[in-house]
């Protein structure tokens, strides 16, 4: 079955950089779009990055410039890089893809951005 597992989330202070990877398995990843998203305590999750199979990406405007999405389907992962955090960043960040019109999400892992 479809399986997606977030890692790399943590503790870092303003101005910091993080690496989260997302491990899929059960379908043929570089057949799918991929997405990460994000939510904070209180607000609704949002879309933060997307990236085609075609290597198209796609950034929300509060992250661009300073957030990288790409993916490696060798390895079946998809990353997010992300540099020159700010609190605002602060959520959990989940992983994303459409597989036969379901949606499938990772656990999600912890960004906290804080001093």
């Known amino acids: 079955q479809v399986q997606m597992v977030e890692s790399g989330g943590g503790l870092v202070q303003p101005g910091g950089s993080l690496r989260l990877s997302c491990a899929a398995s059960?379908?043929?990843?570089?057949?799918?779009?991929m997405g990460w998203y994000r939510q904070a305590p209180g607000k609704e999750r949002e879309l933060v990055a997307s990236?085609?199979?075609?290597?198209?990406?796609n950034y929300a405007d509060s992250v661009k410039g300073r957030f990288t999405i790409s993916r490696d389907n060798a390895k079946n992962t998809v990353y997010l890089q992300m540099n020159s955090l700010k609190p605002e960043d602060t959520a959990v960040y989940y992983c994303k893809t459409i597989v036969h019109f379901t949606n499938y999400w990772g656990q999600g892992t912890q960004v906290t951005v804080s001093s």
């Open positions: 059960g379908f043929t990843f570089s057949r799918y779009g």
């Open positions: 990236l085609s199979t075609s290597a198209t990406a």
